[in-house]
């Protein structure tokens, strides 16, 4: 997997000296980071700078900082760790830790990250919803909403993905993901949460920044050529609401860290 190179165009974030996992760890303060027992040593070694850009790149595209990459330590991380025949990588609720693999994970960082903001939040935006619910779904099934200028934010973001222009009708996106699911006999592709974890991963693709150990897929793949990504316009007002979200959302905690030092 990390025998090739990895395209990358950004800031220099490793001044001193390569990072590791461990310093990945403390950096960000995630709850955990388990590395599997089949990953070794010359791996991990080369494994853990790609890492270490890839979150520090998503913290700054989003104009945040530490605390909401490992949303409060939170988050746990999972390298190599088992996982499950042909997935490359997931989020795990229950454990609320993300998970690649180790021969595919390489792309899928965004994807996963913002799966684990999307059930992170839930609980602050939403009054009564489940336990292991996504904010995006409980948004779809109009779950009573917690009254907060950043929650409106939030709310507009997923009414942008998943609604028309207009706000009255299902998206394109949303009608090209149902006809995939349909053609496959699933619920996958058409389901909120993985409709705006995706929707991310283009926002992230389409940032100056360019990491494809941290996004990669949203705009050649095959899936995008199916429409399973957000296209033309709809993508930059998409976009344009995770911006506008995200930087608001950073100004917050960032003002919050200064007054606890």
Same mark, same amino acid.
């Given at each position: @997997?990390?025998? !090739?190179?990895? #395209?990358?165009?950004?800031?220099?974030?490793?001044?001193?000296?390569?990072?590791?996992?461990?310093?990945? !760890?403390? !950096?960000?303060d995630f709850r955990s980071i388990q590395i599997g027992k089949w990953v070794k040593e010359a791996e991990?070694?080369?494994?853990?700078?790609?890492? #270490?850009?890839?979150?520090?790149?998503? @913290?700054?595209?989003?104009?945040?900082?530490?605390?909401?990459?490992?949303? !409060?330590?939170?988050?746990?991380?999972? #390298?190599?760790?088992?996982?499950?025949?042909?997935? @490359?990588?997931?989020?795990?609720?229950?454990?609320?830790?993300?998970?690649?693999?180790?021969?595919?994970?390489p792309g899928s960082i965004a994807h996963e990250w913002f799966h684990g903001f999307d059930h992170y939040?839930?609980?602050?935006?939403?009054?009564?919803?489940?336990?292991?619910?996504?904010?995006?779904?409980?948004?779809?099934?109009?779950?009573?909403?917690?009254?907060?200028?950043?929650?409106?934010?939030?709310?507009?973001?997923?009414?942008?993905?998943?609604?028309?222009?207009?706000?009255?009708?299902?998206?394109?996106?949303?009608? #090209?993901?149902?006809?995939?699911?349909?053609k496959t006999k699933g619920y996958y592709f058409s389901k909120p949460e993985e409709m705006c974890a995706?929707?991310?991963?283009?926002?992230?693709?389409?940032?100056?920044?360019?990491?494809?150990?941290?996004?990669?897929?949203?705009?050649?793949?095959?899936?995008?050529?199916?429409?399973?990504?957000?296209?033309?316009?709809?993508?930059?007002?998409?976009?344009?609401?995770?911006?506008?979200?995200?930087?608001?959302?950073?100004?917050?905690?960032?003002?919050?860290?200064?007054?606890?030092?």
């Amino acid at each position: @997997m990390l025998n !090739r190179e990895f #395209y990358r165009r950004g800031p220099n974030h490793q001044l001193d000296e390569a990072a590791t996992f461990l310093s990945i !760890r403390k !950096r960000f303060d995630f709850r955990s980071i388990q590395i599997g027992k089949w990953v070794k040593e010359a791996e991990k070694e080369k494994a853990a700078p790609l890492f #270490y850009d890839a979150l520090c790149d998503l @913290m700054t595209i989003l104009g945040g900082n530490e605390t909401l990459i490992s949303l !409060r330590g939170t988050l746990a991380l999972q #390298y190599g760790c088992g996982g499950q025949p042909g997935v @490359m990588a997931h989020y795990e609720s229950a454990t609320r830790s993300f998970s690649l693999a180790k021969n595919a994970g390489p792309g899928s960082i965004a994807h996963e990250w913002f799966h684990g903001f999307d059930h992170y939040i839930t609980d602050k935006v939403f009054t009564s919803a489940a336990k292991d619910d996504f904010a995006s779904n409980a948004w779809l099934d109009d779950v009573p909403q917690i009254e907060h200028p950043l929650n409106e934010l939030l709310s507009l973001c997923y009414q942008t993905i998943i609604l028309n222009e207009a706000g009255d009708a299902p998206s394109e996106y949303f009608k #090209y993901s149902a006809q995939v699911d349909k053609k496959t006999k699933g619920y996958y592709f058409s389901k909120p949460e993985e409709m705006c974890a995706r929707a991310f991963e283009a926002f992230i693709q389409d940032a100056p920044i360019k990491n494809n150990f941290l996004v990669k897929g949203t705009k050649q793949s095959e899936e995008a050529k199916l429409g399973l990504y957000p296209q033309g316009e709809h993508r930059l007002r998409i976009n344009h609401a995770f911006k506008v979200y995200f930087n608001a959302l950073g100004h917050v905690l960032k003002r919050q860290d200064a007054s606890h030092e």
